[in-house]
């Protein structure tokens, strides 16, 4: 095993974690280790073998300090160790002192009070001549400054954004966005947005890059105090791909792919709603793209940055146009990553220009037959998003078609919350609307996944018709939407949506149908009602629609009989009750059999009498039994009296306290029984 500068119990403690079976295994050989740390760190070298051993006495100290973040990584109290990172962060070796200030960065929490223990010795490492140990202290600042402690750092890190070196300018830069973050009293967006301008131009590529890493974060929040900076941007770009900056920058021939994409995430960020900056970028951005379209991973990264940057910023026909050229040959691939770029950049295109959807509908349906279940997700999002009235037949039979085949729960029920948007936001006519809901019902999964406002929608639609008083045509989509019913009769297994539906749509409309026979539609439901796995709202819509067909048909079938006798004394008291009462109809008023199940008057009034006449003679014969009327209370008037006018009444309720009561009577009383 290679390095020899730690010792073999730091490889036996690794190697023994890997191989831990169980969390209870891991914690045992972590508690042993807490003890040998703690036992190592608590005998100091006496002062015969300090002169001797310092420098191993430092490295084994660098050692147990990195052991130690093994033990807090895998959540155990390491505690004991935190002073030794403290003095080892001050050391003179930069090996030494970086692992301090790791492990003070790793393990010590916000509000530690040995955070401050370090600001004397980060303030001198921040001073240092030493470059290597003013990176190491920038490096800590970003992990180890609170609030509290900005005001003691900030000058000195902004001093170092004009060092020497390129590589303390860099970390300059981030560390003080760092500080910009936890306080911004003392180093305000303005005082950091000109530090940014003048770093931007900075003479070393690496610093100006790391100055626009600051500049995307805060263009972020507020694009504003940058969208003078246009120019400038799309001058380096220009510059960037030109090949301008050294060949150290360029990955496989691509220059600088990474400052590319940077730079033109910033221009989408500034130009967003913006038409004045974003005509700026136009010319830019198409030439970024063209010269970026070379065949290589890096290149397809940047072509697609430039697609999101084109459908962010002012909308510009020809950048379009050559984002859509771009996207079409990602659709084209055989590479899985590329179509799924293609697929996620055609969406975001589609999503405001709904135009450029026609030329790739065939290729976007292609992908759903990849086997990569991400290309096929993704591609149903861009199906439903290219949807509309044009198209909508298409695609929903497609969502229809992986709906059927899927067995992800989430997958289906955001498929299913799909089908019924577009179907309820494209549907050319209301029969397909009737006939793609019905459909949806029916597949296995699905059904319980659709809300019942759905299935209200379905009956309102099929009670009112389509809206045009067009009865011929209503009677023509219901007497088909029946017939779809009558098809499903035979099914195993139906979800409550379709039971429901199902019934009250025979119940209400299966004499529209011409050659079926309505005692055998009774029969079949009959037997639907009877199953056992049926709740009990799907069963009393299958009762109630067997009771409006015997009303129809002018005949009691034996099985409609049967299954109300059965049903008189079912456990659900609601079905129980519906049974009797049609029993009773049956058996003694027949003839008002027509009048409480009415021919296709779901949608009639429902006339209230308000003065109950029904109860007349019974309140006559109270009356004649000498029973005195009824007078409604003096102060019962109405509650709009006062608003018309009148006097407003007087309150129901007294609100006069009552007196104390008088206890001279009982005393007199006590005093003579005594």
Known sequence: MSGSHLSREFFALVKAIGESKSKQEEDRIILGEIQTLKKALSNPPSADKASTSGASSKKKAKEFLIRLMYVEMLGHDGSFGYIKAVELAAAQSIVHKRVGYLACGACLSPDHEFRFMLINRLQRDLASENILDVCAALAAVVRLITTDMVATVVNDVTKLLSHQSDLVRKKAIIALHRLHQLDQANISAEDLTGHLRRILCDRDPSVMGASLCVIEKMTIKNPAPFKDLVPSLVSILKQVIEHRLPSDFDYHRIPAPWLQMKLVRILSLVGKGDKSSSEGMYAIL??????A??????????????????TIIYP???????????ISRFMSSNNHNLKYLGVTGLAMIVKDHPRYAAAHQLAVVECLDDPDETLQRKTLELLFSMCNPVNVEFIADKLLSFLKDTNDDFLRRDLTQKIVTISERYAPNQQWYISTIITLFSIPGAGELVS??????????LAEGGGDDDEEEDNAMRA??????????????MPPVLLQTLAWSLGEYAFLLDGIDLAEIVE?????????VIDDQSRRYLVTAVFKLVSQLGTYPPCAARLVDDFTTSRDPILQQSCNEFQALITSNVQLLTSVFPVDASCEDVGADSGLSIAQAYVDAALARGMNPYSPPPDGGSDSEADEGGEASKPVFNMTPYERPDTKPLQAQQAALN
């Open 286 to 291: 198409a030439d970024t793209i063209k010269r």
């Open 293 to 310: 379209d070379t065949g290589i991973n890096a290149g397809f990264a940047i072509v697609y940055e430039v697609v999101k940057a084109v």
């Open 316 to 326: 510009n026909t020809t950048l379009l146009d050559v984002a859509a050229e771009a």
């Open 452 to 461: 019942p406002s759905i299935a209200q929608n379905l009956m309102s639609l």
């Open 480 to 493: 088909a939407a029946v017939e779809t019913f009558v098809n499903l009769l035979d099914e195993p297994q």
């Open 524 to 532: 079949n439901l009959c037997t639907l009602a009877r199953r056992p």
